[in-house]
């Protein structure tokens, strides 16, 4: 009996810990979001080598059209959730549905080149088998009418 316990709870623990801490690393600096990590669970449009980057979005509309369009089009994925709206920057927390793995998605939208640099980032783990990048592409095709 108390084997059982034991188990469900390291299993309950082990799950939790896969949500990481808040990394320290996120935000919009003079235009500017973080680098990604060397590892391969993480996409940027400001990124230099190709492994990382994707491209940032473009919009016409004036800011805040675009970021209550940006605000929306998270808002219908699952799993996330809006952590920091700012006038010019976004930060949205995905949550896997299963072990409940956590993303970290920016977006810093640059008014006078008239796009939105995004970074996607994984807390924790070596790879995503790509979900960051398909996350990215899939609010890009939910903005395309910007």
Not at 39 to 56: F, G, I, L
Not at 115 to 144: H, Q, W
């Amino acid at each position: 009996m108390y084997l059982k316990i034991l188990s469900a709870l390291i299993v309950v623990l082990a799950l939790s810990s896969c949500s990481g801490r808040r990394p320290v690393d996120l935000g919009c600096i003079d235009g500017k979001l973080f680098p990604c990590p060397d590892s391969p669970n993480c996409v940027s449009s400001q990124s230099s080598d190709e492994a990382h980057y994707v491209k940032p979005f473009t919009f016409k509309g004036t800011v805040p059209e675009t970021r209550a369009a940006l605000l929306s089009a998270i808002g219908e994925l699952a799993h996330s959730e809006i952590v920091t709206v700012e006038p010019h920057y976004v930060h949205a927390r995905f949550t896997s549905r299963w072990l409940r793995f956590v993303d970290d998605v920016e977006f810093c939208l640059d008014e006078n080149a008239r796009v939105i640099n995004v970074r996607s980032a994984s807390r924790t783990g070596y790879y995503d088998f790509g979900v960051n990048r398909k996350r990215i592409e899939t609010i890009r095709a939910m903005l395309r009418d910007l």
